[in-house]
Each structure stands twice: as C-alpha cells, then as structure tokens.
T-cell receptor, first 110, second 115 residues
Framework: EDQVTQSPEALRLQEGESSSLNCSYTVSGLRGLFWYRQDPGKGPEFLFTLYSAGEEKEKERLKATLTKKESFLHITAPKPEDSATYLC???????????FGQGTRLTINP | GAGVSQSPSNKVTEKGKDVELRCDPI?????LYWYRQSLGQGLEFLIY????????KSGLPSDRFSAERTGGSVSTLTIQRTQQEDSAVYLC?????????????FGEGSWLTVV
C-alpha cells in the first residue's frame, strides 16, 4: 500500500530563515510526486509535479527535489505570505488516485 | 469555468438527513476525484471517475456514500443518513485525462457540518 509521511508536522520560522520540509514515501512504481499548498479554508493549490529521482523544480522561493525515497521542499528566504500547510502526495502503480501525507503547517513570522 | 466549482460552500444538516454535494470540473477534464478532509487531517480518497469507465469506489467509507457523474461532466456526492463523523470538508478535483502524473486541480471544497 502506498504511504506518505511528512515531517515536521509544524514549523515556525522567522522571515528570511531558510529551511526544508520532508516527504518520505513508499510506492509501487512511482508515476508522480505532487506538492500542494493549502491556505486555511481553501482547497489545495498545485505547486509541483516530480516524476523521477534527481529531478528538481523551482517556483519563486520554493524548490522541490526528489530521490527514490523522499522529496524535499526547500524554502529560501521565506516571507509571511508563504505561511500555509504544504501537502505532499504520490501517484503510483496502476492507480490514478493521489495518496496524501498529513501535511506540514508552516508559519513565517515577520 | 476557470476552475473546479463546488456547491454548496457550506452545509449544516441534522443527523440522519441526506445531503448532496455538487462538483463542476474544469471544462474538458475527463478525470474527476472526490476527497474528504477532516479537521486537521490529510486528504482521504473517496472515489474517482474517468470518462465512461466504471468508477473506482474503493475509498467510499460506507454504503451511505455514493457518487455519480452525469454526461461525463458534473458530479454529485450523496451522503445518506448523515452522522456526526461525516462532518468534514469534501474536496473535488479534476484533471485533463487519466495519464499518470497529470496535474490534478482542486476546488475550494464543501464544508459539511452534521449537528
């Protein structure tokens, strides 16, 4: 059964303090690893899809990387507006559904 | 429309009543998903539709839950005889086809409270 574990559960940073969020996964035949951002009271907003180990993608202050066992979401010099819950999900094998982790709640203090 | 549209945004219902939640996917998207998110929890898969194929119902938690998709577009999730543990946000998502790794876009959700 596909599984996703995200750590830490919550992370509080000062504005400008860079850090990384972790997503560890087990999946039978990875077809895609997805990162979403979710603000309170909103639906998940798509950020990145990674398909194979070694792949990296960037968007503004965010960079996502992928290995065979985990993915990292690096946030560089974050701003308060980056505060949100970040969700990781995998799509594997013959299934079309995404399996999600519990998310990391990120707070950036000014 | 520009995005996945869900209605109602909020629904408060009495225990034992039936509710229907509606999802209008992005125009042209053939794949449609329903997920449930309880307070402070991750997303739980419920059901997946792709074109005219038989839906993947493997995530439906009980026979009180059902969903249909008419004309390959709009979908309705029905919860019969609601219970308090059904209180959650119900999220709909769509993607352009069934190819693996295709981007899946979510709506804003329907917040269900059972009292």
């Amino acid at each position: 059964e596909d599984q996703v574990t995200q750590s830490p559960e919550a992370l509080r940073l000062q504005e400008g303090e860079s850090s990384s969020l972790n997503c560890s996964y087990t999946v039978s035949g990875l077809r895609g690893l997805f990162w979403y951002r979710q603000d309170p009271g909103k639906g998940p907003e798509f950020l990145f899809t990674l398909y194979s180990a070694g792949e990296e993608k960037e968007k503004e202050r965010l960079k996502a990387t992928l290995t065979k066992k985990e993915s990292f979401l690096h946030i560089t010099a974050p701003k308060p507006e980056d505060s949100a819950t970040y969700l990781c999900a995998v799509q594997g094998g013959g299934a079309q559904k995404l399996v999600f982790g519990q998310g990391t709640r990120l707070t950036i203090n000014p | 429309g520009a995005g996945v549209s869900q209605s109602p945004s909020n629904k408060v219902t009495e225990k034992g009543k039936d509710v229907e939640l509606r999802c209008d996917p992005i125009s042209g998207h053939t794949a449609l998903y329903w997920y449930r998110q309880s307070l402070g929890q991750g997303l739980e898969f419920l059901i997946y539709f792709q074109g005219n194929s038989a839906p993947d119902k493997s995530g439906l938690p009980s026979d009180r839950f059902s969903a249909e998709r008419t004309g390959g577009s709009v979908s309705t999730l029905t919860i019969q005889r609601t219970q308090q543990e059904d209180s959650a946000v119900y999220l709909c998502a769509s993607s352009s086809d069934s190819r693996s790794g295709n981007t899946i876009y979510f709506g804003e959700g329907s917040w269900l409270t059972v009292v």
